[in-house]
């Protein structure tokens, strides 16, 4: 079975730019979130969805980011403009069941260099 | 608001001595504390997790304690091996996140296993 797939691994922009993350849950998985990790700090939540609905996006830093699901499959992640405090990996995770009732599956995250 | 604090940050152990990383909560409703290894290069993977209700928990060399009162939990490996070396990330589950699975994660701590 595929695990969630994340792409790009490494995306580079220049500050203003436009990038659009992707992430492809596990089949089936209902529930998706995105995080973000910035260097040498937590793992901080921005985002959960069920299916293609906004459950909780609290962590959304500000207007500047959107996070979509259409079809409550795959979702994207769209920062425009970029600036320098974006730069981070930035993790998508899915879950049949919500924690704890079921397990968290990470991707291998996005890393975002905003030059 | 909600926060996680993990120590220490880095961690140097020879093979075969024993590691413990430790966690404070600040949300005293949480219910649930997974913990992540994340190999280098690769997504974080859940490795242990425990519930409020129990005190400690073990799966072979990981064991995880859990001290309500103080608000602490601890991830201790025995035995260590070079494949332990990783960064290792504690999770808290607050309430009334917890109905959306939402994780709040600390700093991570970077554990090297000299053989």
């Known amino acids: 079975e595929a695990g969630v797939t994340q792409f790009p691994s490494h995306s580079v922009i220049e500050k203003g730019q436009t990038v659009t993350l992707r992430c492809d849950p596990i089949s089936g998985h209902d529930n998706l979130y995105w995080y973000r990790r910035v260097m040498g700090k937590e793992i901080k939540f921005l985002l959960h969805f069920v299916k293609e609905s906004k459950q909780d996006e609290s962590g959304m830093p500000n207007n500047r980011f959107l996070a979509e699901r259409t079809g409550g499959t795959y979702s994207t992640l769209k920062v425009q403009p970029a600036e320098l405090e974006d730069s981070g990996v930035y993790f998508c995770?899915?879950?049949?069941?919500?924690?704890?009732?079921?397990?968290?599956?990470f991707g291998e995250g996005s890393r975002l260099t905003v030059l | 608001g909600e926060n996680v604090e993990q120590h220490p940050s880095t961690l140097s152990v020879q093979e075969g001595d024993s590691a413990v990383i430790k966690c404070t909560y600040s949300?005293?409703?949480?219910?649930?504390f997974p913990w992540y290894k994340q190999e280098l290069g690769k997504r974080p993977q859940l490795i242990i997790d425990?519930?409020?209700?129990?005190g400690e928990k073990k799966d072979q060399r990981i064991a995880v304690t859990l001290n309500k009162t103080a608000k602490h939990f601890s991830l201790h490996i025995t035995e260590t091996q070079p494949e332990d070396s990783a960064v290792y990330f504690c999770?808290?589950?607050?309430?009334?996140?917890?109905?959306?699975?939402?994780?709040?994660f600390g700093q991570g701590t970077t554990l090297q296993v000299k053989p």
């Open positions: 995770a899915s879950s049949q069941a919500r924690p704890p009732n079921g397990e968290l599956f």
């Open positions: 425990i519930r409020s209700n129990v």
């Open positions: 999770a808290a589950s607050p309430f009334p996140s917890s109905n959306t699975g939402k994780l709040i």
């Open positions: 949300d005293s409703a949480s219910n649930y």
